[in-house]
């Protein structure tokens, strides 16, 4: 009896100390509310250009009596929702210090239906179908939800593409009620025969996603063939076959001497095969540093051959964002481009040049914008294309590139 007497007071005596352990543990949020708050007024060069201060403020105290109920992701959705009214895409809450899990799947919003884009080879047969239902919840109302809480978001664009990216991330699902456990839920598609089905996913951590191999939509022309071992993966250049025409697929930055580099190759491309067109493709570009872009106009300025007139296209989509909406902008002006496909994630007139600091409990990134740029004469919802054209499902499936092809076909001299 004594010897169980002890057992249970031990287990008690561990069991009190586990408890204080996991109390000490919980997330010091009335520190990290207040280090929000003074960071961005002192850090945001208009922190109330939207949103007013008293609101601002009361908000900031009903997360912080939300966040004593001890759920902390409840807490962390409220505190993405309050950031988002902010009122720019660049002012957000990073969750990529937490150790958040995702479904192993992309979904892109074609002709108002939730395509998957990419998904692990072992279930290929979701690739081309389209979400309906999670954990039986519709997609419209899992959308609508999700959307409240996506960050960097600038404008009704740039909203579609987070929703899309946030919609697979099981904390925010399971938190926001949508699916019943933490990392498995229940996913309805219909095929391309219109035919319902289900598949339960698990959701992995980021280092799992990337070990899995992946089965993806890509599109293309045959008239463009990506260099077999490019520098870069993301800045490359490359002849259009049959025209007298340059292709320049424009992901992302690199270095300032770098981009120099590769400018000075690109043009001595050009003088030697005496180019009168260039396609420079901003599509997937979602930011950088604009100034390096400013030195690929600045080179290209060098290429005499090129119709300066009539032959420059710009192609952006909803994907185009902060750097690279301000280039498209520079480059219309600079380049005297077309812009062609779809209108920019952000916007070329508003608050930009992101800088970030990190809230010490929750390890929460918090992003800012410290510069105003006016890149246009008036706000609007992204640059406008001067030939709009919203790729139809029929030819993403096929892997053809409508919008090169449009322009290859119709719109090069």
């Not at 692990?120 to 519709?138: A, E, F, H, R």
């Not at 960050?151 to 929703?163: A, G, H, I, L, M």
């Not at 520079?330 to 508003?350: D, M, R």
């Amino acid at each position: 009896m004594n010897k169980h007497k002890n057992t249970k007071i031990y287990f008690f005596i561990g069991f009190c100390i586990l408890s204080q352990l996991i109390i000490a543990q919980k997330i010091n949020w009335q520190e990290d509310l207040k280090i929000y708050s003074a960071k961005l007024e002192e850090k945001h060069i208009d922190l109330y250009h939207k949103i007013n201060k008293q609101e601002f403020k009361k908000s900031t105290q009903k997360i912080l009596n939300l966040s004593k109920k001890g759920d902390d992701y409840k807490t962390i959705i409220e505190l993405m929702k309050l950031t988002k009214k902010i009122g720019d895409g660049h002012t957000a809450v990073s969750l990529r210090n937490l150790d958040v899990h995702q479904f192993p799947f992309e979904i892109q919003l074609i002709e108002n239906k939730w395509r998957v884009v990419k998904t692990p080879s072992s279930k290929k047969n979701i690739l081309k179908s389209t979400l309906i239902k999670v954990d039986g919840i519709p997609i419209s109302e899992v959308a609508s939800k999700i959307s409240e809480t996506a960050q960097f978001v600038e404008n009704k664009y740039s909203k579609t593409v987070r929703t899309a990216s946030y919609l697979t991330i099981s904390e925010l699902l399971y938190h926001l009620n949508i699916i019943k456990t933490k990392k498995i839920a229940l996913f309805t598609f219909l095929d391309e025969n219109n035919n319902e089905f289900k598949v339960q996913f698990t959701a992995l951590k980021n280092t799992e996603l990337k070990q899995l191999d992946y089965a993806t939509l890509e599109i293309g022309v045959p008239e463009i063939e990506k260099p077999k071992n490019p520098k870069f993966n993301f800045l490359w250049f490359a002849p259009i076959k049959n025209k007298n025409a340059v292709y320049i697929n424009f992901k992302s930055y690199p270095s300032f001497d770098q981009m120099q580099n590769f400018g000075d190759n690109l043009v001595k491309y050009i003088a030697k095969n005496n180019t009168k067109n260039l396609v420079i493709d901003l599509r997937k570009n979602g930011g950088g540093d604009l100034y390096v872009g400013v030195i690929l106009a600045y080179v290209l300025n060098l290429a005499d051959s090129v119709d300066w007139k009539n032959g420059v296209y710009l192609l952006t989509s909803n994907v185009t964002f902060s750097a690279g909406t301000s280039n498209t902008a520079l480059f219309k002006q600079l380049l005297n481009a077309k812009v062609v496909e779809q209108p920019t994630g952000s916007n070329p007139t508003g608050y930009q040049d992101m800088g970030q600091f990190n809230l010490p409990n929750s390890k929460l990134v918090i992003t800012y914008s410290k510069r105003k740029f006016k890149l246009s004469d008036k706000t609007t919802q992204g640059i406008q294309p001067d030939v709009l054209i919203y790729p139809k499902w029929s030819n993403y499936v096929l892997g053809k590139d409508e919008v090169l092809a449009h322009i290859i076909n119709n719109l090069m001299i």
